[in-house]
């Protein structure tokens, strides 16, 4: 038996979410104002997925670290592993925006990818 | 040399203003202190940027990315300088524009322009602003230069946090040092409701199990060279700590994430009367400030919280400093009751077009019409189901021939 209350997050109407399932997996969800509080309430409930966003090491002066992120969600449970994965890794050559850094992490089908260029124009 | 448009900082408003006044037929000069484009979006490697403009949830990094290839591209038309590394360390009216006085890798330069737009972003409110008792160990520090040192540098704050204040930077730095292993002791908030968005405070909080205390805050710092503890009390509603309620929590870090406050030093010596709400510059609808040739965009203006609306300031700031020729001082005031936390432009200046308005509420409403008033005329309505201050909102309204502008606010029975 779930009974779990929390705050739906895909607008900005933030309706308070009530859950309840009973034996058969029938979820009955209350306070949503829309149907896709429902979609949302039961994801949460069955297969809660998260964007990963986080920094690896690299070989370069200017840019010690690069910012990378997952280029879809991961399963919540996964995000600690793919964070330990990603603590090992080390760049050791130019990188654009976009660049896959590692393909289907943690064998969850989404590649983790960089959101900024190693190479920047600086001056002085 | 003689600029039409000169924008200070390079952040998300800046770069957006640059891009568009040269679009508008503008020579500009973009200036930025820092060796890098980007502003404080460098900093930003969660995602959450651009839902508005592009559809997708993009890292702070990879939005201001785009902004970038576009003033690369841009650049080669000719009509944009770019200037890092410079700090504008003066400005002075002349009698067609202005001077800037640049100060650059030990060097100083003069240069001319005959509009400013300030993109100069806010600044962080400091420990020291919000009067906390007892020493002055490391470890206590504001959360942008936390986000800072762990996302540019790499380097680790400390093991055990205590968040004060439910700021956004606040609640995504709770998660990241979570993700790095630190162990996040809770946030708490003097207010009693949360100063950051929703989706932050479900995904940055509960999903770690980080508690969230509202009604509290830290009173004192405990520890000689590094900190090793704070007193939480808990606040009354004037935000007064209750007497009786201390607690002491052992912890080796303080993250403060206790408010935003636009950056106008410079604007300041130039005269631009700032606004008492927003503490950035009174504006019209063209985002000029009430001294001729001077703009503001972005968070130099008011704090945003989305950078969507940060880049759509800067554009129209931009615009507006390209093509407008005149300058009106007649300008219709904008009013509101104690309803709103702000609203923005707060000028308007006779035109057919109908304005954007930007506006927060001052505290938490359910179920609210927002009517704004021509004298006795309603001009415009909007129902809203939830109304945050976290949470700001923009309404287009018709201005053609108005004498008044008047935001209310009515409870929906």
Partial sequence: ?124 | MKYDVAVIGAGPAGLAAAISAEKHGAKVVLIEREDRLGGVLKQCIHDGFGLIRYGEKLSGCEYANRYIDILIERMNYGNIELKLKTFVSKVDKIDDGFNLLLSSRGKLENIKSEKIIFATGCRERTPKQVSIHGSRPSGVFTAGLAQYYLNINGQMLGKKCVILGSGDIGLIMARRLTLEGANVLGVYEAKDSPSGLTRNIYQCLEDFDIPLYLSHTVTRLHGRNRLEGVTISRVDQNMVPIEGTEEYISCDTLIVSVGLIPENELPKTLNVPLSKHTKGAIVNQYYETEVKGIYACGNALHVNDLVDYVSESGEEAGKFAAIRDKFEQEAVEVTFTSDFGYVVPQKIVKDTEPATFYFRTSKIRENVIVKVYDGDKEIFKKKYLNLKPPEMEKIKVPIDGVSEIRFVMEVIQ
């Fill in chain 1, 1 to 124: 038996m779930i009974n779990r209350t929390f705050t739906c997050i895909v607008c900005p109407n933030g309706c308070k979410l009530n859950v309840t399932a009973s034996e058969d997996n029938a979820f009955i969800v209350t306070g949503n104002k829309c149907k896709k509080g429902i979609e949302f309430a039961e994801n949460e409930i069955l297969n809660p997925k998260r964007m990963l966003t986080t920094t690896v090491k690299t070989n370069f002066d200017l840019m010690p670290y690069l910012p990378v992120r997952t280029d879809n969600e991961i399963p919540k449970e996964k995000v600690f592993e793919v964070m330990s994965i990603l603590r090992k890794t080390v760049i050791e050559k130019n990188i654009k925006v976009g660049d896959i850094i590692i393909e289907n992490i943690s064998n969850t089908g989404v590649n983790v990818i960089a959101t900024m260029n190693t190479e920047e124009k600086r001056y002085g």
